[in-house]
């Protein structure tokens, strides 16, 4: 669909976009703040990083854009672009799901869903989307390996320390399932990934095609 490309690829609804994550992902830190105080008083500090999942993946995110704008030049830079990309959409599918998950079989197991839970509902479910949305306009297929990797270290981590984000109590009883469940998205969200990513390596989609100014 070239008009809807054009309309994505567009520099006004990049910044645009920018401009919301980067605000979302400040709002999460600050969501996380109490989280991450407890964690700190009571985990060693290496394990902070792995505590605000979805703020992180945000970040991922934000930074994509902004290298859809100013693409590094060199292999390096290139490498890293493609990194942060696949973290990126394999992150945000996966946690928007999550996020979304979590509140909805909190709520059918008797927990209440207030607004600023369909406020979450609202900005994870568009995390999903637009990471793919965009997925076709980064080029990391061969970076995703890595990305894989490093969400399902976040996965052991989070759920063999016990510093797995802060679920409703009506879930205390089914860490387990939630654990298996983690592990299957970030697997799903992998394969997404690879079906919605673009098959380019050369060059960027946006130095290809152009960008609309």
């Known amino acids: 669909m070239p008009v809807i490309d054009k309309l994505f690829k567009h520099r006004g609804v990049i910044w645009l976009l920018i401009i919301v994550n980067f605000l979302g992902t400040i709002y999460g830190y600050i969501w996380y703040g109490n989280q991450l ?11 902070l990083p792995f505590v605000p999942d979805s703020p992180t993946a945000s970040l991922f995110f934000t930074v994509s854009l902004l290298l859809m704008l100013y693409p590094p ?9 493609e990194l942060i990309e696949a973290l990126a959409v394999v992150t945000s ?3 928007g799901i999550w996020a979304v998950s979590m ?3 909190g709520g059918y197991q008797g927990d209440t869903v207030s607004w600023q839970d369909w406020m979450l509902v609202v900005s994870h479910s568009g995390m999903a989307v637009e990471a793919l949305i965009y997925a076709r306009f980064f080029s990391f297929r061969r970076m995703l390996p890595l990305a894989v990797l ?8 989070d759920y ?4 797995y984000p802060w679920l409703p109590s009506e879930l205390d009883d ?3 399932k939630v654990q298996n469940f983690t592990i299957l998205l970030t697997l799903l969200s992998a394969a997404a990934a690879w079906v919605f990513g673009s ?3 050369a060059a960027h989609p946006l130095q290809r095609a152009g960008m609309r100014r």
């Not at 030049?73 to 672009?81: E, I, S």
């Not at 490093?150 to 981590?157: P, Q």
């Open 37 to 47: 105080a407890f964690t700190a008083e009571n985990y060693p500090a290496w394990l």
């Open 73 to 81: 030049k060199g292999l390096k830079g290139t490498l890293v672009r």
């Open 93 to 95: 599918v996966k946690y």
């Open 103 to 105: 509140i909805f079989a």
């Open 150 to 157: 490093w969400t399902l270290a976040n996965d052991m981590v």
């Open 160 to 163: 063999s320390v016990g510093i």
């Open 174 to 176: 089914d860490i387990l």
């Open 199 to 201: 098959k380019a390596r």
